[in-house]
T-cell receptor, first 113, second 113 residues
Framework: DSGVTQTPKHLITATGQRVTLRCSPRSGDLSVYWYQQSLDQGLQFLIQYYNGEERAKGNILERFSAQQFPDLHSELNLSSLELGDSALYFC????????????FGPGTRLTVT | GQNIDQPTEMTATEGAIVQINCTYQTSGFNGLFWYQQHAGEAPTFLSYNVLDGLEEKGRFSSFLSRSKGYSYLLLKELQMKDSASYLCAVRGTSSGGYQKVTFGTGTKLQVIP
């Protein structure tokens, strides 16, 4: 158990809909990262937050947005969903005593039908 | 920007030794990570190198040469459970001046009896 939690574990929704994925980092970690991993694909970095502020942006679509709240949990919002958005979405956190390595949550498997 | 290259697939025999290579290009290098990812699961942290040389941790060792932009992960006494993808990730400086970690596409290792 990495200490990072993600909800929900699975999500099935239709095209055009909007969903919110939630992540709670490890206790003491200030950084939260979001990744997308499609079937048999590598990890695609989406966005990073540090202590509530956006720190780095990767290949995140304009239909996607994220935020980190004062209690450090983070949410990833995906809107106008398309079939190609079906993927595993991972959240990771870093900081605290071991500030460099990232600890990954179990992921949310999103299926868009 | 950051660029990471590692072989797509490798096959090795149970009980043997396998070396997975990673070459990278990055601005402001500040560390290289190796992660293990079993299919459908979250990546888990294996090792971190920031100085040249070999870091040993049980059956796994990781080597770094900063001047060559090169790292390898060495797995000894291979077990069937080592069948997984191995991700090389590099920490460097983003265009915004912040620290950013970029993941390679991973090397899928198959261990055969």
């Amino acid at each position: 158990d990495s200490g990072v939690t993600q909800t929900p574990k699975h999500l099935i929704t239709a095209t055009g809909q909007r969903v919110t994925l939630r992540c709670s980092p490890r206790s003491g970690d200030l950084s939260v990262y979001w990744y997308q991993q499609s079937l048999d694909q590598g990890l695609q970095f989406l966005i990073q937050y540090y202590n509530g502020e956006e720190r780095a942006k990767g290949n995140i679509l304009e239909r996607f947005s994220a935020q980190q709240f004062p209690d450090l949990h983070s949410e990833l919002n995906l809107s106008s969903l398309e079939l190609g958005d079906s993927a595993l979405y991972f959240c990771a956190s870093s900081g605290g005593d071991h500030r460099y390595e990232q600890y990954f949550g179990p992921g949310t498997r999103l299926t868009v039908t | 920007g950051q660029n990471i290259d590692q072989p797509t697939e490798m096959t090795a025999t149970e009980g043997a030794i396998v070396q997975i290579n990673c070459t990278y290009q990055t601005s402001g290098f500040n560390g290289l990570f190796w992660y293990q990812q079993h299919a459908g699961e979250a990546p888990t942290f294996l090792s971190y190198n920031v100085l040249d040389g070999l870091e040993e941790k049980g059956r796994f060792s990781s080597f770094l040469s900063r001047s060559k932009g090169y790292s390898y992960l060495l797995l000894k006494e291979l077990q069937m459970k080592d069948s997984a993808s191995y991700l090389c990730a590099v920490r460097g400086t983003s265009s915004g001046g912040y620290q950013k970690v970029t993941f390679g596409t991973g090397t899928k290792l198959q261990v055969i009896p």
